[in-house]
């Protein structure tokens, strides 16, 4: 693209977001020009923030984050990479000492026209020229598209690499300048035919652009540059009156807003994320803009030293041929350098040995990366921000693009802190951490976080700031708003449990308030069931932090009590679907009441509940399912014999049972993965009565059964799965399962104890534990045999 020479007036710099070539470009464009102002596409309000680009611990990606002050979640951003022509723009003329300013319209009227509060202000900046090529309600979807397809290219990114992108930082031309020139000329002829290309509120922007461009002539002169979208370029250089471009804005519809910088990240600027004016490729084009030369082979090396990380084998060999290669296809395809497909292409071929596996990390890791800007403290934020970042600093938990788990030992000062502060941010929908399940995290004195930030929970954040100024104040406020309006029993015992975690004792008293009121008022036995695992974890968690929760443990006892009362009722006449939902809520209270059998408000509560257990167990208008899980419970916890669970299930899979019904008990007995396979495994009654039980259900009836067998036994683990059908395949004559008397051998084991073969094993169990290898009875060959070792314990 070579161009004609640049019109006089104001330089008309037209851009695509986020283009490293067209970032080198402007910056030539200003250097060769030296204007006495620059003027950037964005909000004007972002004027006194501006001065900010220029702090040393300002780190793009970053973002300037407009929200309206009455409605937080109405939110935009504008995000720009050290890559994006404004930044340089911005970086260059501060760096000059040149006045620059924004002159799009003000994000108090583009907030208020946005139809919903997600930021879609940041969409708009890309309308002209990343619009998917299928969005045929437009005239004109993709502009850089049509002058891609008018040059022969089938792919518009390509084009523009071509054009722009990939063109030399020191280019041949004598005017710098001159390329913007012919852009302009052609999105000139390009808004001939299309008009405003379907969007029809740029009419209003540009509108506005023109105004302010003709307040910074009077001020300036003509000697002014201006950087915005090239799709704009033809508009503000268009000969229109004052008098119309006023009428055009008059009367817009108008909000308080407030604008700061925010950290964005490379993963936000990839289009995939959402983000309308974004590119593929932020990675890539963020090294092709730093790289001072050979951005091919530095490519490279950064790929061959990720591989390297991830414990693949990529020599310096693999280096010099996938440039080769790259170079290679950009030739045969005749680029002017290898490009993002090119080089993929390579890696793909010689680094990966055709996997996409490997690929789809350098995909993620240094195409799209995973880069997090920084903004300096003296960036203007709500209150809510200022303390959530000193709680950041103080508590050493940096916020990260790259998601990362997080182990707490609550046993630590520090890790306590962290779990508080995570938990209240959850607590005002600030989803930095999520709970995740860990190493030794089921324990009462740990916690696994998956920790990622995005940077949309700075409008989270902003959003929360309505509750208070700090984050121990905003969490309380919203805790105890929650407690009032709740209406469900099983949303206070949940917002009760979240408080303790959060340890929030200011909102804990209008919690236990408002869970009394409830508690009083709800007699359904399934409310009920479902608030109780929340209380008798939250008891818990108490202990764990030292919270006094007698009062708490006094409501859960009550809630147990009336479970146990009218439980028994409520498992009668339920279908198939009813009998599933309150089988769970069974397994839960049994948990729970696990939990609460130490407190003192709960004396003889385990007792009482196995009560319970035996009545839904013998019961014969139970459901099955519900049967066989009592039966199972009592087995677990000791309450009942083998002989007697032997008994109940010969009953419940007795001839006169339908099928359906005994196949429920038997998932109910067996079912689920908390080692009810094992059970089968070394209990040979109960693996015999199954097995005679499914090996006499009628043929006609057998389809009818069998999905839920199959979801039954699905669930165990393929070892135990395999071990079952060996046992089964055997028959009784080798020891496998049969409906015999207690006593017999365990199903694939001996008839008895064979001691002097467990015997010879105690001497190498002394030797793994450091023990003394003495002599024990019937093992004299075994000790003989190690006495060459030296083995003294």
């Given at each position: ?63 300037l984050l407009a929200h309206a002050v009455d409605d937080p979640g109405r939110a935009a951003f504008w995000p720009l990479a050290e890559f994006s022509p404004e930044w340089v723009a911005i970086r260059w003329a501060l760096g000059h000492d040149v006045p620059v300013r924004f002159i799009d319209?003000?994000?108090?009227h583009s907030l208020a026209m946005t139809d919903s509060p997600d930021g879609s202000e940041d969409k708009e900046r890309g309308a002209e020229e990343a619009a998917p090529a299928d969005a045929v309600a437009a005239p004109l979807a993709d502009p850089i598209g049509a002058l891609a397809e ?397 919270t006094d929760t007698a009062a708490l443990g006094e409501v859960a006892a009550g809630l147990a009590e009336r479970i146990c009362v009218g439980l028994p009722p409520a498992c009668t006449g339920l279908d198939a679907d009813g009998a599933a939902e309150l089988r769970r809520k069974v397994d ?206």
């Amino acid at each position: 693209m070579t161009g004609a020479a640049p019109a006089a007036g104001p330089l008309l710099l037209g851009v695509r977001h986020h283009g490293p070539g067209s970032a080198r470009a402007v910056r030539a464009a200003l250097e060769a020009a030296l204007p006495k102002a620059v003027l950037i596409e964005g909000p004007p309000e972002g004027d006194a923030l501006l001065p900010l680009a220029a702090d040393e611990r300002m780190r793009p990606p970053v973002a300037l984050l407009a929200h309206a002050v009455d409605d937080p979640g109405r939110a935009a951003f504008w995000p720009l990479a050290e890559f994006s022509p404004e930044w340089v723009a911005i970086r260059w003329a501060l760096g000059h000492d040149v006045p620059v300013r924004f002159i799009d319209l003000p994000a108090a009227h583009s907030l208020a026209m946005t139809d919903s509060p997600d930021g879609s202000e940041d969409k708009e900046r890309g309308a002209e020229e990343a619009a998917p090529a299928d969005a045929v309600a437009a005239p004109l979807a993709d502009p850089i598209g049509a002058l891609a397809e008018a040059a022969g290219y089938d792919d518009p990114e390509r084009w523009w690499e071509d054009v722009v992108e990939h063109r030399a930082p020191n280019g041949e031309l004598a005017d710098p300048r001159a390329p913007f020139a012919a852009l302009g000329e052609a999105m000139t002829a390009l808004r001939e035919v299309y008009g405003d290309g379907g969007h029809p509120r740029d009419a209003v922007r540009e509108a506005y652009m023109r105004i302010q461009l003709r307040a910074a002539r009077k001020e300036f002169g003509d000697d002014i540059a201006v950087v915005c979208g090239a799709w704009h370029v033809p508009a503000l250089g268009a000969r229109t009156t004052v008098t119309a471009d006023r009428a055009l804005v008059r009367g817009l519809p108008k909000v308080k807003a407030e604008l700061t910088w925010v950290p964005w990240t490379h993963r936000r600027l990839a289009r995939h994320s959402g983000y309308g004016a974004g590119i593929d490729s932020p990675g890539w084009y963020g090294h092709l803009f730093a790289a001072p030369d050979r951005p091919v082979e530095r490519w490279m090396t950064k790929v061959a030293g990720l591989l390297r990380d991830e414990d693949r084998f990529v020599s310096s060999a693999h280096v010099i041929e996938a440039v080769r290669l790259a170079g290679t296809l950009a030739a045969m395809r005749g680029r002017p350098l290898a490009g993002l497909d090119e080089t993929t292409d390579a890696i793909r071929a010689v680094m990966c040995e055709g996997s996409d596996v490997p690929l789809a990390l350098v995909r993620d890791r240094l195409i799209v990366g995973e880069t997090l800007g920084e903004v300096p403290d003296t960036a203007p934020a709500v209150p809510l921000q200022r303390d959530l970042t000193r709680l950041q600093r103080t508590l050493r938990l940096k916020p990260e693009a790259q998601e990362r788990e997080l182990e707490l030992d609550l046993r630590k000062d520090t890790d306590a802190s962290r779990s508080r502060l995570l938990h209240r941010l959850r607590l005002l929908a600030v989803g930095w951490g999520e709970p995740a399940t860990g190493r030794g995290s089921t324990g009462t004195f740990r916690e696994t976080w998956r920790l990622h930030w995005e940077p949309e929970l700075h409008v989270r954040v902003a959003e929360a700031g309505v509750w208070g100024t700090t984050v121990l104040s905003a969490a309380t406020a919203k805790a105890e708003s929650e407690a009032v309006s709740a209406t469900a029993l099983a949303e206070v015992t949940a917002l009760a449990e979240r408080c303790l975690l959060a340890e929030l004792p200011e909102a804990l008293p209008v919690v236990m308030r408002a869970l009394a009121d409830r508690a009083a008022l709800d007699a359904d036995v399934g409310h009920l069931a479902d608030a109780l695992p929340a209380l008798a974890r939250t008891l818990r968690y108490g202990d764990v932090r030292s919270t006094d929760t007698a009062a708490l443990g006094e409501v859960a006892a009550g809630l147990a009590e009336r479970i146990c009362v009218g439980l028994p009722p409520a498992c009668t006449g339920l279908d198939a679907d009813g009998a599933a939902e309150l089988r769970r809520k069974v397994d839960g209270v049994h948990t729970a009441i696990g939990l609460l059998a130490g407190t003192v408000s709960a004396v003889g509560l385990r007792e009482r509940w196995a009560a319970v257990l035996h009545k839904l167990a013998a019961r014969d208008t139970v459901a099955g399912v519900i049967r066989g899980r009592s039966t199972r419970l009592l087995l677990d916890d000791g309450r009942l014999e083998e002989d007697d669970a032997a008994r109940l299930m010969g009953l419940a899979l007795s001839p006169g049972t339908p099928p359906a019904d005994a196949a429920a008990w038997i998932e109910g007995f067996v079912g689920g993965a908390d080692g009810g396979g094992m059970l089968l495994v070394h209990d040979e009654r109960l693996l015999g009565l199954v097995d005679a039980w499914l090996a006499g259900v009628p043929a006609d009836t057998f389809t009818d059964v069998l999905p839920l067998l199959r979801r039954t036994f699905s669930a165990y683990e393929a070892g135990v799965r395999r071990t079952l059908g060996e046992l089964v395949r055997r028959g009784p004559a080798a020891g496998a399962p049969a409906a015999t008397a207690a006593g017999t051998a365990a199903p694939g084991f001996g008839p008895g104890l064979d001691e002097a073969r467990a015997d010879a094993v105690v001497p190498v169990l002394r030797l793994l534990l450091g023990l003394n290898t003495e002599r024990t009875e019937g093992a004299e060959g075994a000790d003989n045999a190690m006495e060459p070792l030296g083995a003294t314990g």
